[in-house]
């Protein structure tokens, strides 16, 4: 394939660039040359120019970003998310290639795209006020003095060249681009709602008559009653006695009393000692199994990281800044284990006063509960009076609404019988006018069937003189046009520049960087390398000074641990409260209060037992 054109050249950076938005820099060459395999692009000049372009695109892609997103938003035209690949590359250009490349060149790839969209975009970038803008904007994401010496002059000196290239741009739009006026906003109107008319209640058909209200299943039809549940529960008791009666004379066993089959101690004895030597002689095949590391019976050290090295090492100086202070008051004359000892002393008898308050909260608890059940059967007896009285009421009630019920009944059968007349002259009314509507679109229908024929006939006419235009259009396009090019690698582009070179010169020197960059990165590495080492030496000699500052901690706290469990076991034995006592003797009276009114209620249960059971 021969040298492309500029067209194609900037249709193939918008679609490597619009394929590939957030490739990494490490795949750019990988990509590009599966790129140009698939596309068929050999030529080394077309080649390199879609490498710089994807590749300053890829490098400075969050300076194009915001540009391109700055123009978005004060565009007046509508602008695709589908065209960011676009404007993209033609930023880059303007704002990197521009000045390297010449005005020349830049206006003709700039002319291959569309006109409209390359107008806004240069447009754009060549306002004076957009520059300023875009400065304060590109200044939030790189350094100010790269901003100004690398994008701002450069943008500044090609203005003129944009300018004119903006203008040529304009008289290729012609007197039909115009610039977007905003509409009005939209005001909002309330809806012309015509109101529906109210919708007719059906009465109830006279014959319906309500379903009686069915009676509840009685809560014992699915419950076991309670003398069953007691004779249970005893059952369970008795079973349980039993079971712990007789396995007292299996576990204590006389020493000269033996079972049948059982043999004594000295007979077992010696049966294993036979067995063990009978075994010892057979050569079994020993299980291949790994003995547990020597590692497992030690103490394992714990390997600290650097926060947790350096948290230890800040603990250590506080605890020996303590000690210090201690030793001082000892040389001052003042014993701070005395405080000590009135220190336990007094949380020992805080323990005791919380403990006797618990006690105490849960006697009043327990006794509450006793007399909550006393005042629940009162409750109940009241309800059911209540509620005797409350049937007679609502026997009264409902014949009353029987009554009401039948009235109503009749009112609204008559009712029913006027809307279904009413109905009846509405459907023939309804019926006439759907004839007539019928007939009107009739008429309409062969009326757009004549218009659709006559479309029909014109529609083909100017197919016909389309395609007659599309065949002389083909064979002009048939007459073969001679466009190889001959490049030679190590020459200059030729535009006079003191700055240009060869491709050949250029390769050299991008080679000559690399190999500069690789060297930096050895050395920065060494010194990365030599700083960890020297941290590491430290971290370690702390390590040592915490290990040794532990098994001094592990050591004293073993012995304060004993003094204080024989601190605790002579305190242990505390006087009864009598307080306590006189709630405790409460609590026995609301109990056999309690256990008194149970057994009233289970002897008058007794009676209803039977009724239950026949319902069931």
């Known amino acids: 394939m021969g040298r492309l054109s500029n067209k194609q050249l900037m249709d193939h950076s918008v679609q490597l660039l619009a394929s590939h938005p957030r490739a990494q820099d490490a795949v750019i060459d990988a990509l590009l040359q599966s790129y140009c395999t698939a596309a068929n692009i050999n030529t080394s000049s077309d080649q390199a120019f879609l490498a710089d372009v994807f590749e300053g695109c890829i490098q400075n892609r969050k300076l194009l970003a915001a540009t391109v997103d700055a123009y978005y938003g004060s565009s007046s035209t509508t602008c695709f998310k589908s065209d960011k690949p676009q404007y993209t590359v033609l930023a880059f250009l303007a704002l990197f290639r521009l000045s390297s490349m010449g005005a020349p060149q830049f206006g003709r790839l700039v002319k291959t795209q569309d006109t409209a969209k390359a107008h806004g975009v240069l447009g754009f970038l060549a306002d004076q006020e957009v520059q300023e803008d875009l400065q304060t904007l590109w200044s939030s994401l790189y350094e100010p003095s790269f901003v100004k010496e690398t994008l701002v002059k450069p943008l500044q000196a090609g203005t003129r060249a944009l300018k ?26 309330p809806f012309s709602l015509t109101q529906a008319a109210p919708r007719t209640v059906r009465a109830p058909s006279p014959e319906l008559e309500a379903a009686p209200k069915h009676t509840k299943v009685p809560a014992t039809t699915y419950t076991l009653p309670i003398e069953q549940e007691a004779l249970r529960r005893k059952k369970e008791q008795n079973r349980r006695l039993r079971e712990k009666r007789l396995s007292v004379p299996e576990d204590q066993q006389f020493s000269c009393a033996l079972r049948a089959g059982q043999k004594s101690l000295k007979a077992t004895s010696k049966k294993n000692e036979i ?18 590391p020597a590692s497992t019976h030690s103490a394992v050290p714990i390997k600290l990281n650097a926060a947790a090295i350096l948290r230890e090492e800040r603990l250590l100086q506080k605890q020996m800044e303590q000690e210090a202070k201690s030793l001082a008051a000892l040389e001052a004359g003042v014993d701070p284990s005395a ?98 509507n019928a007939k009107a679109k009739q008429e309409l229908v062969d009326h757009n069937r004549a218009l659709r024929a006559t479309a029909d006939a014109e529609m083909r006419k100017e197919q016909e003189r389309k395609m007659e235009l599309i065949r002389q259009i083909r064979v002009l396009e048939s007459v073969p046009v001679d466009r190889t090019k001959i490049v ?120 209803a037992a039977p009724v239950a059971g026949r319902v069931r």
């Open 339 to 436: 405080f000590h000892e009135w220190q336990i002393e007094q949380h020992q008898r805080a323990e005791e006063e919380r403990l006797e308050e618990v006690e105490r909260k849960h006697l009043l608890g327990l006794i509450t509960r006793e007399e909550a059940i006393l005042a629940k059967a009162q409750v109940h007896q009241e309800k059911q009076a209540q509620a005797a009285d409350v049937k007679q009421e609502a026997a009264r009630l409902l014949a009353a609404y029987k009554a009401e019920k039948a009235q109503a009944a009749e009112a609204n059968r008559l009712a029913v019988e006027a809307g279904a007349q009413q109905q009846q002259r509405v459907r023939e009314r309804v019926e006439a006018v759907a004839e007539a």
């Open 488 to 607: 030679d690698l190590s020459e200059t582009s030729g535009f006079g520049f003191m700055s240009e070179m060869s491709y050949v010169e250029l390769q050299e020197r991008l080679n000559h960087l690399k190999r500069k960059d690789v060297e930096v990165r050895e050395q920065r590495r060494a010194r990365i390398n030599k700083a960890k080492a020297s941290k590491q030496e430290q971290l370690n000699q702390k390590l040592q000074l915490i290990s040794l500052d532990r098994a001094e901690r592990q050591t004293s706290r073993a012995a304060k641990t004993s003094k204080r469990a024989s601190a605790t076991q002579r305190g242990s034995m505390k006087a009864s409260n009598p307080k306590l006592d006189q709630l405790r003797e409460q609590l026995t009276a609301r109990r056999e209060q309690t256990g008194k009114l149970k057994t009233g209620t289970s002897g008058s249960r007794k009676g």
């Open 275 to 292: 067995l063990a030597a009978r075994e010892s002689a057979y050569q079994y095949r020993e299980p291949s199994v790994k003995p547990v």
């Open 164 to 189: 004119d290239l903006v203008e040529t741009l304009q008289v290729r739009l012609g007197p039909q681009a115009r610039v977007a006026t905003p509409k009005k906003p939209t005001k909002p109107v």
